[in-house]
T-cell receptor, first 112, second 113 residues
Framework: DAGVIQSPRHEVTEMGQEVTLRCKPI?????LFWYRQTMMRGLELLIY????????DSGMPEDRFSAKMPNASFSTLKIQPSEPRDSAVYFC??????????FGSGTRLTVV | GDSVTQMEGPVTLSEEAFLTINCTYT??????LFWYVQYPGEGLQLLLK?????DKGSNKGFEATYRKETTSFHLEKGSVQVSDSAVYFC????????????FGKGTKLTVNP
């Protein structure tokens, strides 16, 4: 089991550019979560999916953020246009129907 | 809404010292409770869990007991090691973890030799 796979591990981009973060959940897990981690705010849930359907996107900060899960094995989080305050570590996690998240290693995003 | 409050860090201990990291929660119903650990540069890993009152979760020498009367889930370890240095997060979930987790802000632990 390769775990939750996120790409890229690091992303440096200029303000105004589009950024796409990718996540491959564990096979058989039916829930997928996107979190953002910063020193100031800690871990914030952005959005989560259940069986590929968005269930709660109340944490998505602005319309600049969008997330998709076109199938059970892939999800993207897109920021367009990016801003310096979006700099953070973005984590994807997946969970089976019972308890237990598995987190990916995260994508460290720096917007300059 | 649901929330988790854990003690402010950082916490610095000497090797073999006793560790307690306090965690209290606010939630309706009977949430499941978790401790996660994050080592530098890595994602969070589940350390232990408890799904009902008076349950004790344990793993790698760490323990935490689900106390409904005090709405607490304090993390303890009798003798910490340098390798325990990490950030520890307390969290709750309404549905045992398949629904969203609500995290505390994390407590950074440093263990010195």
């Amino acid at each position: 089991d390769a775990g939750v796979i996120q790409s890229p591990r690091h992303e440096v981009t200029e303000m105004g550019q589009e950024v796409t973060l990718r996540c491959k959940p564990i096979s058989g897990h039916n829930s997928l979560f996107w979190y953002r981690q910063t020193m100031m705010r800690g871990l914030e849930l952005l959005i989560y999916f259940n069986n590929n359907v968005p269930i709660d996107d109340s944490g998505m900060p602005e319309d600049r953020f969008s997330a998709k899960m076109p199938n059970a094995s892939f999800s993207t989080l897109k920021i367009q246009p990016s801003e310096p305050r979006d700099s953070a570590v973005y984590f994807c996690a997946s969970s089976p129907a019972s308890y237990g998240y598995t987190f990916g290693s995260g994508t460290r995003l720096t917007v300059v | 809404g649901d929330s988790v409050t854990q003690m402010e860090g950082p916490v610095t201990l000497s090797e073999e010292a006793f560790l307690t990291i306090n965690c209290t929660y606010t939630a309706t119903g009977y949430p499941s409770l978790f401790w996660y650990v994050q080592y530098p540069g890595e994602g969070l890993q589940l350390l232990l869990k408890a799904t009902k009152a008076d349950d004790k979760g344990s793993n790698k020498g760490f323990e935490a007991t689900y106390r409904k009367e005090t709405t607490s889930f304090h993390l303890e370890k009798g003798s910490v090691q340098v390798s325990d240095s990490a950030v520890y997060f307390c969290a709750l979930s309404r549905q045992g973890g398949s629904e969203k987790l609500v995290f505390g802000k994390g407590t950074k632990l440093t263990v010195n030799p």
